[in-house]
């Protein structure tokens, strides 16, 4: 109980050397591919490109309020580099075999957001890629997704910046427990195993 508790306070602090990351290097803006550091995560870019909708990706089991929907990805070319984007949450339709409508934003774009890693959701099997567009996955494997583009992906995935003009509703978040919930775990491991050394000295 107490290795558990120890485990649950260097999470803690895990977390909190993640968020002053992520605080630090999002208040860092990029303005091109090539002037990026060898370790591009967390920061901001700006970009100047095309989206190219023909290559869509939905990203599977996205809840909002309640309410199932996908995550809207699309691969944009700027720098002679291709990033894959994600848009934001759109809903689903009722049926499963229906695919949603997807937004399409033609010609040049400026776009902002956070280069951040690619999602990795627990799989209890690996399914292979479809074979129509858009694709639809329960994880981004940028490199399975780029070799099925045929286009040389970053391995990461910008996440637009919620006041951009083509951003769709904003559900993603850099970290999804707070080290103020590893803390309070800790305490309660730690609380069991003097409870456990009482009763044991009793």
Do not use: C
Not at 14 to 33: F, I, N
Not at 90 to 110: F, K, M, S
Not at 137 to 149: A, F, G, P, R, Y
């Amino acid at each position: 109980l107490v290795k558990l508790g120890l485990w649950q306070m260097s999470r803690a602090q895990e977390k909190e050397t993640l968020s002053s990351a992520l605080k630090y290097r999002s208040e860092q803006m990029y303005y091109s591919l090539a002037s990026l550091p060898s370790d591009p995560r967390w920061y901001s870019l700006t970009l100047r490109g095309e989206f190219e909708h023909s290559k869509a990706v939905l990203l599977d089991n996205q809840l909002y309020r309640g309410r199932p929907g996908y995550h809207v990805l699309y691969p944009f070319v700027a720098d002679n580099g291709w990033v894959l984007v994600n848009l934001g949450w759109i809903a689903a339709p009722d049926y499963r075999e229906q695919i949603p409508v997807l937004p399409e934003h033609h010609g040049e774009l400026r776009i902002s957001g956070v280069i951040a890693p690619p999602s990795s959701l627990l799989e209890l099997s690996s399914v292979p890629l479809g074979s129509d567009w858009p694709l639809r996955v329960q994880n981004l494997h940028i490199d399975k997704l780029s070799e099925k583009m045929a286009l040389p992906l970053r391995p990461w995935v910008l996440q637009i910046d919620p006041d951009n003009p083509v951003a769709q509703q904003q559900t993603w978040t850099p970290v999804v427990v707070g080290p103020q919930k590893h803390y309070a775990y800790a305490v309660q491991w730690f609380l069991m195993a003097l409870a456990i050394t009482g009763l044991a000295g009793w």
